[in-house]
């Protein structure tokens, strides 16, 4: 059974300290995971936060052993001695070929999915990678896929579920728009980026969640969703004409509504996600209801990836103090996937 891997992001954030947090613990998930990171790195967090972890190298193809307080690491060497919580541009292309290394096992089968921790999107840009904005759209780029949808959910809308489910409905969020200025936002709503965003989100709720027929809830890029165009015309003009026409390809949609209203328990009872228009749209209230007990996913890829729902926290670096329940549930969210794929395959 091929590993999940989890990449380590930014050295000298938290993304180090949670996965040896999962180590020293021995995390178990349906399916062997190592980490893809520098072997020398490990070891010195550890020692920093004085977790009890051996930490193996583990050669191409070899399956890591499982248990508590081993590491199985795919060697990747930081280009510059690391300083927990300060950046250094140096290490921007150690991140990026770790990454690079989990994609490509990913989608040549030696590894069944990938988790990442958490990078830093700043010093990456600054040590000249112009480009980069995030995850989401390298892995768009690196899978060669036009089009792929960031979506969040708490703990407890993860997982695929039978109709008789009684428990909490938990929240899902998906972004029309990822990282983008705020100025630019509204004209990157077109017609055809919202019905792409849309028809990836209807297929894998279908593919990846089992929802038989998805009801999506369509946030308004305005406040009160335009108000009738007195407050904004993208809702008249771009948003409703493009659900109007989607609905007649049979996808359910509810919208544009107001965000700020969309937002409350009576709304959210219905549906089983919401699509926001621009990130602190959604993930605001995401945060709000369930901070380090969600994780996120990158829907329309040919391979697995979920993710943390925080970031690189470098205040808490080698402190002890970073909670590893978000990418716990992003690597049990990474296993389900895997095996659910592999099944349907
Ligand atoms: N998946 C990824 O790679 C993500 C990366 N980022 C990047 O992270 C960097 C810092 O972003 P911020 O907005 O400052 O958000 P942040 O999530 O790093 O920190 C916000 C606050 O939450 C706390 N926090 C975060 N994770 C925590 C954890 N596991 N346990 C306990 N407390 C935790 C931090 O100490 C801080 O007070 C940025 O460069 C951003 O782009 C942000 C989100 C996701
Ligand atoms: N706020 C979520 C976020 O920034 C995640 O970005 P990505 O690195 O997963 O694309």
């Known amino acids: 059974m091929s590993p999940l891997v989890i990449t380590a992001g930014e050295p000298a954030g938290i993304g180090p300290d949670l996965i040896l947090q999962l180590a020293a613990e021995g995390h178990e998930v349906a399916r062997p995971w190592l980490a ?7 070891r010195q967090r550890a020692a920093r936060l ?26 990747v060497a930081l280009r510059s001695a690391c300083q927990p919580g300060r950046l250094a541009t140096a290490n921007a292309d150690y991140v990026l070929e770790s990454l690079d290394l989990a994609i490509a096992a990913c989608r040549e089968g030696r ?29 768009r780029d690196a899978c060669g896929v036009d089009d792929v949808v960031m979506m969040l959910a708490t703990d407890d809308a993860l997982h695929a579920r039978s109709p008789s489910w009684q428990g ?50 369509v946030c308004g890029l305005n406040p009160h969703a335009g108000e009738d165009g007195h407050l904004g015309r993208e809702e008249l003009e771009v948003i409703a004409p493009t659900l109007d026409a989607l609905r007649g390809e049979g996808l359910i949609l509810d919208g544009p509504l ?88």
């Not at 893809?36 to 490990?42: H, S």
């Not at 980026?193 to 297929?203: A, C, K, P, Q």
């Not at 700020?260 to 709304?267: A, E, G, M, S």
């Not at 590893?324 to 895997?338: C, F, P, Q, R, T």
């Open 168 to 217: 909490s409905p938990g929240l899902r969020v998906a972004l029309a728009t990822t990282h983008l200025p705020l100025r630019e936002v509204a004209d990157a709503i077109t017609p055809a980026s919202l019905g792409r965003v849309l028809r990836i989100l209807d297929h894998d709720l279908r593919h990846d969640f089992g929802i038989a027929r998805p009801r999506i809830a």
């Open 111 to 139: 590894a069944s999915a990938m988790v990442t921790a958490p990078l830093h999107k700043g010093v990456i840009i600054e040590a000249g990678h112009a480009g980069f904005t995030g995850h989401t759209e390298y892995l």
């Open 50 to 75: 004085g977790l009890a972890v051996e930490v193996v190298s583990l050669a191409d193809g070899e399956t890591p052993v499982m248990a508590p307080g081993r590491l199985s690491v795919w060697p």
């Open 36 to 42: 893809v990171g520098d072997p020398a790195l490990f």
């Open 258 to 345: 107001p965000a700020d209203t969309l937002f409350t328990p009576r709304h959210l009872a219905d549906v089983d996600a919401v699509l926001a228009m621009y990130h602190d749209q959604g993930l605001a209230v995401l945060k709000y209801a369930g901070f380090g007990r969600g994780a996120n996913l990158t829907l329309g890829l040919p391979i697995v990836r979920t993710s943390v729902d925080h970031g690189t926290a470098l205040d808490l670096a080698a402190s002890g103090r970073a909670d590893a329940g978000s990418l716990a549930v992003a690597l049990n969210l990474a296993a389900e996937m895997a095996a659910a794929r592999a099944a349907s395959a």
